[in-house]
């Protein structure tokens, strides 16, 4: 798939403590979308920012950021 034919805004999310995907991977991800930001939370597991409360409150605060 060619990344950079996406031009809509993307926030790849990565947690910090995911064990199943590198955080290289997420990186490498975020630099072949030409319109992407990363963001690393600490304390994260895999899907945390989806799952856990706690996570959620420093995930949804960035959601603004991407719709603008």
Known sequence: MD???IRHP????YGEDDRRLPT???S?????LPNASLRIYPDVGHGGVF???EH????VPHIPELLR
């Open 24 to 26: 290289r991977a997420s």
């Open 28 to 32: 490498d991800l975020a630099h072949r």
């Open 10 to 13: 993307v926030l790849v999310a």
């Open 56 to 59: 959620h409150e420093q995930f």
């Open 51 to 53: 799952q856990h409360h």
């Open 3 to 5: 990344f950079s034919l």
